[in-house]
Nanobody, 129 residues
Framework: QVQLVESGGGLVQAGGSLRLSCVASGHTYGSYNNYAMGWFRQAPGKVREFVAAISWSGGTTYYADPVKGRFTISRDNAKNTVYLQMNSLSSEDTAGYYC???????????????????WGQGPQVAVSS
C-alpha cells in the first residue's frame, strides 16, 4: 500500500494563493520514483475532476483547462513529495483536493480517476469572494 498525506489546505480570499503538499510512504512497487502523481478535486455536489498530473521523472506535466496558467504541479523525489501551487484562486476553485499515485514510469500521465491506484484524504480549499 501507498499512503498519501496531504497538507496545506485552508481558507483564502479570491485572488490569493495556496500551496498543497502530498507526502507518499509505504511504496508497494519500490521507490516513489515509480509513480506518476496527480491532483484531482471535488466540489460539493459535483463529480471528482482532474486538475494536474506529473510524470515519475517530473519531465511531463499536464493541466486541466480551468487551471492552466494559474496552478503548477511539481515534485521532489528526494522528499517523496508532490506539490500543487495554486495562484489567482477564485470561488470556483473551492473543493476538496485529492492527491493520487499511479504506478507508472511512462512519461504520458493519466487524467482519469481510474488510472490512479492510491488516494489521499483530500484537504479542503475554500476561496471566499
Amino acid at each position: 500500500q501507498v499512503q498519501l498525506v496531504e497538507s496545506g489546505g485552508g481558507l483564502v480570499q479570491a485572488g490569493g494563493s495556496l500551496r498543497l503538499s502530498c507526502v507518499a510512504s509505504g511504496h508497494t512497487y519500490g521507490s516513489y520514483n515509480n509513480y506518476a502523481m496527480g491532483w484531482f478535486r471535488q466540489a460539493p455536489g459535483k463529480v471528482r475532476e482532474f486538475v494536474a498530473a506529473i510524470s515519475w521523472s517530473g519531465g511531463t506535466t499536464y493541466y486541466a483547462d480551468p487551471v492552466k496558467g494559474r496552478f503548477t504541479i511539481s515534485r521532489d523525489n528526494a522528499k517523496n513529495t508532490v506539490y500543487l501551487q495554486m495562484n489567482s484562486l477564485s470561488s470556483e476553485d473551492t473543493a476538496g483536493y485529492y492527491c493520487s499515485a499511479d504506478y507508472s514510469q511512462c512519461e504520458v500521465v493519466g487524467i482519469h480517476i481510474n488510472e490512479y491506484d492510491y488516494w489521499g484524504q483530500g484537504p479542503q480549499v475554500a476561496v471566499s469572494s
